[in-house]
């Protein structure tokens, strides 16, 4: 598989989780009103339910992974993501809705673990850190248009269609992964699927210093994006008024991440994985602070909201793919274990930290710019743990190792 097209497909598999969340932000006014919720903070339980079935899966993913290679479970949890959003169009409740969407999210955890998985089978260090950004920057693309897309949905059709749509977008993705994703998992770094095994495993993973901080790091930032996830609609719509140019915001504040991602492509081999992160971590702190500082003064305006933002986003591009480099360097040898684990503690200590962030929406910022500024502070004190105390160590970082796959 040429480069480029291996990028191209890592990158699609990671946006199918992209594509089950930003997609139907648009529609959560009128699903909750379809289905009579009438707490409007209780729509973000779409997003919720969803992010939950998706932690929860992600331990079981990698050993099996481990085990029986990287391309088998991959189908499966595929397949198990098309057949639960093809349901959920059609779901007569609420209830039922979300278990839907929580088994959509088991099934979409396939994708996490192997997409990372397959990209530490083939590359390591500086290198890894470089795809990751590619991968990421192509990835964005999916935040940038799938609003637009629910959007444009909602306009000539209810939101079941979303639904349709999501899964129909699945089932490409999934026969273009089964036609042309090689195997990349060498047969002699299979480990045999046992408690002892996984439970060797797991281990190796939480006991691993860089390993540990790193995906702490990671979790609790990554907090602040499910947080904003959450409250997307409410602050655009709801605070700021937008409407229907609410995906055109939402898109663009995307676009500032993958111009980041791409940025940090090009940087990362010549600077390193901790010069760009930790610059852009204490550069996220800063920027959360004058906007927390602002919002208690009382109603923050929208231009200087938008640009506050857009940095705080712009710095966020520099971090999640480093962190997670960083975090996996040292666990090529079990990358589908280290990327479950890794996984599921991003995810589900993210996603609950976002909900509480969700959850505190009270009709202003105020308390997303809290949420923002808290997470990238206990975020540094985790960096800070990791690195004994000193940052920009760049000279640690591992130098590119390529293994390719034939």
């Given amino acids: 598989m040429p480069r480029w097209e ?10 199918v989780n992209a594509l089950a969340i930003d997609i139907m932000l648009p529609g959560l006014q009128e699903i909750g009103a379809s289905l009579g919720v009438e707490n409007e903070n209780h729509r973000q339980y779409v997003v919720t339910a969803y992010f939950a079935g998706l932690a929860l899966a992600l331990l079981g993913y990698g050993p099996i992974s481990d085990r029986f290679g990287r391309r088998a479970p991959l189908m499966f949890g ?38 990372v998985s397959v990209i530490r ?41 979303i639904f349709i749509v999501m899964a129909l977008s699945a089932m490409a993705i999934m026969l273009w992964a089964a036609i042309r994703l090689p195997e990349t998992m060498h047969p002699e770094d299979r480990r045999p699927l046992s408690l002892l095994s996984v439970a060797q495993g797991f281990r190796t993973v939480l006991t691993t210093r860089m390993s540990l901080w790193y995906t702490l790091a990671s979790m609790i930032v990554f907090g602040a994006l499910f947080g904003f996830i959450n409250s997307a609609q409410q602050v655009y719509v709801g605070i700021y008024g937008l409407g229907v140019w609410f995906p055109v915001v939402f898109a663009a504040i995307a676009g500032m991440m993958s111009l980041s991602s791409f940025l940090n ?17 204490i550069g996220f702190l800063l920027v959360s602070a004058v906007w927390f500082a602002w919002s208690l003064t009382g109603p923050v305006p929208f231009p200087v909201f938008i640009v506050l933002f857009a940095l705080a986003m712009f710095q966020f591009g520099w971090i999640g793919s480093n962190f997670n480099s960083i ?20 995810t589900m200590g993210g ?18 710019a809290a949420g923002f500024c808290g997470v990238a502070a206990l975020g540094l004190v985790m960096v800070l ?22």
């Avoid at 291996?6 to 946006?15: E, N, R």
């Avoid at 083939?122 to 991968?135: C, D, H, K, P, T």
């Fill in 6 to 15: 291996f990028i191209a497909l890592a990158a699609a598999l990671m946006a």
């Fill in 78 to 115: 595929l397949g198990i993501y098309v057949l639960a959003a093809f349901a959920a169009a059609f779901a007569p409740t609420f209830e039922t809705l979300l278990a839907l969407r929580f088994i959509q999210g088991v099934g979409a955890a396939s994708t996490r673990v192997i997409a």
């Fill in 121 to 161: 089978d083939r590359f390591g260090g500086r290198q890894m850190a470089e795809i990751m950004s590619l991968v990421f920057m192509v990835f964005m693309i999916v935040p940038v248009i799938a609003p637009g897309i629910g959007q444009v949905i909602m306009l000539f059709a209810e939101w079941h269609m």
């Fill in 265 to 281: 492509s090009r940087l990362v081999v010549r600077l390193g994985m901790r010069r760009l992160s930790h610059g852009a971590l």
């Fill in 327 to 346: 975090a996996m360097e040292p666990l090529g040898h079990i990358a589908g274990t280290a990327s479950s684990v890794q996984g599921f503690m991003q």
């Fill in 351 to 368: 996603g609950l930290i976002g909900a509480a962030i969700g959850q505190s929406f009270d009709g202003t910022t105020m308390p997303l």
């Fill in 385 to 406: 743990i990791a690195e004994r105390g000193k940052l920009f160590r760049g000279q640690h970082d591992v130098k590119p190792v390529v293994t390719e796959v034939h």
